[in-house]
């Protein structure tokens, strides 16, 4: 695997789309272009006391800062890193009373660091701080209320006896975080736990499939390569899921980031029909029903937002089979609408432990997601591994140690050998191979020792369903 640097990349100005990222050197699939901490980072709000406000590992025991009561950290190495950086916020929290919210104390932690180092290109950063897009221009009136708002509640915060900025500055590093920030995830990948200003990764441009990917590891953002790129190519990533048809994505892309996809597959509308796709054959469904069955799907998606929210699990259950009975003679098996049901339906039927049914969905979910994804998403990964662990829990360890290898063959090159969760799978890849040839050797005697192994040990509980989806690198303020 080659590993980069920021002397393999080079800034360049595109047409029609500002500056973005190109290749200096050539690629392959796994390597990691370039490795950048951040600019500034904070935890947020809901979690600052069960996350390191230094490398934001969630800890079961953080110590807390003796002066601002506020900082967590996992012990005194973290407390001393973060000093530089948490210097000037402990004292601001002191004497304003509390800490304030995560895009006021972001904010000011950029603001802290122009204050010592100055505004111009810091060690190993291709672009400024000043250069950085902000899209304030763009504004609607709700979002230029809420800057309006950002920027007198950070004017209360920010200390008298540090460096005094202009509005239309402090307006410019809120803007930046608006349209810049990236999300940092804790050591597994697993849960958004904080947000972050990254100046070099800030420079490369969408595309809806990208040959790219981005991943929070060892307290860095890597840009990742996820197919081979010559010298010359442009590095892209994607700021959104691809799993939703070009017209959606681009509302998307244009309400968050301000600007209009005209990538191949949004222009060419390429895998819109499978994520649209119909039953076929003799009985093919009117278009009036298709229309029916999809917003029943949309309707039946609230109202297990609204029981997921409330921890009704059971209640999701019975919605997510009665929307497959309405979806199934109608929709074709790569639907994104039957997907989502099948999705939600074998994550919270794993939860329960209703392992056997939760492995059905998980199939068939794994099924039409490889038919849209490109082959190296993270996010296919990640859902190829969950669906794994189901089918290993159930019993059915042919296909649950075929599916872990192949969501290892992703996570090799999406997230690299050395991140926790792909370290976690070559653990389970191990464990489900030994166990596969036990089973392939006697099959009777592998189910009794299963049966034993389980009556001693309760089966490990799959994590509580969350409501969020899976952590999403490109940070948007709700």
């Given amino acids: 695997m080659t590993r980069g640097g920021m002397e393999s990349v080079e800034v360049f100005t595109t047409e029609g789309k500002g500056r973005g990222l190109k290749a200096q050197k050539e690629f392959l699939p796994g390597d990691v272009i370039f490795a950048e901490p951040a600019y500034a980072a904070v935890v947020f709000d809901s979690l600052t006391h069960v996350v390191c406000h230094t490398c934001f590992k969630r800890q079961e025991k953080l110590h807390r800062c003796g002066q601002c009561k506020f900082a967590y950290y996992c012990d005194r190495t973290c407390q001393r890193d973060a000093w530089l950086n948490h210097k000037n916020e402990c004292s601001a929290i002191k004497k304003h009373g509390k800490a ?91 849960q958004a736990v904080g947000v ?11 595309d809806c499939w990208p040959n790219c990917t981005v991943i929070f590891n060892n307290g860095k953002i890597e840009l990742r390569a996820l197919s081979k790129i010559s010298p010359g190519d442009e590095l892209t990533v994607s700021y959104v899921d691809f799993l939703n048809v070009s017209e959606e ?47 029943f799907s949309k309707d039946t998606l609230e109202k297990i937002n609204k029981a997921r929210l409330e921890g009704t699990y059971h209640e999701v259950v019975k919605l997510c089979r009665e929307c ?11 639907n994104i609408y039957l997907l989502r049901i099948l999705s939600i339906a074998s994550e919270v039927l794993s939860y329960l432990q209703m392992f056997e049914e ?63 969760i792909t370290k976690d799978l070559e653990v389970m890849r191990v464990q ?47």
């Fill in 100 to 190: 304030p919210t995560e895009n006021i104390r972001l904010a000011a932690r950029i603001l802290w660091r122009i204050e010592r180092e100055g505004s111009g290109l810091s060690e190993n950063c291709l672009v400024s701080i000043d250069d950085l897009q902000n899209h304030v221009e763009n504004f609607d009136e709700e979002e230029k209320k809420d800057l309006r708002i950002d920027v007198e509640s950070f004017l209360e915060f920010w200390p008298a006896q540090s460096q005094q900025f202009g509005m239309q500055y402090i307006s410019h590093i809120f803007g930046v975080i608006n349209c810049n920030a990236f999300t940092l995830s804790d050591q597994r990948g697993l």
């Fill in 196 to 206: 972050g200003i990254f100046p070099n990764l800030c420079q490369a441009n969408h």
């Fill in 249 to 295: 994505r681009q509302k998307q892309l244009k309400k968050q980031y301000y600007f209009d996809c005209t990538c191949e597959h949004c222009k060419k509308k390429i895998k819109d029909d499978l994520m649209l796709a119909v039953k076929e054959g003799d009985k093919k469904p009117s278009a009036e029903t298709v229309k029916e069955v999809i917003q």
């Fill in 324 to 334: 497959l009975k309405k979806q199934e003679p109608v929709l074709g098996d790569t």
């Fill in 358 to 420: 939760a492995a059905e969905y998980a199939k068939r979910m794994v099924d039409g997601y490889l038919k849209i994804y490109h082959p190296n998403n993270a996010q296919l990964g990640m859902a190829v591994m969950r669906a794994g662990v189901t089918h290993w829990h159930a019993g059915l360890i042919e296909a649950g140690h075929s599916m872990i290898c192949k969501a290892y063959a992703i996570l090799l090159i999406t997230h690299g050998p050395s991140h926790p």
């Fill in 432 to 478: 489900t191979e030994m166990e596969l040839r036990m089973f392939q050797q006697n099959e009777f005697m592998y189910y009794k020792m299963r049966e034993a192994a389980l009556k001693n040990q309760k089966i490990q509980v799959m994590p509580e369903p969350s409501n969020e989806a899976p952590p999403s690198l490109f940070h948007k303020k709700e």
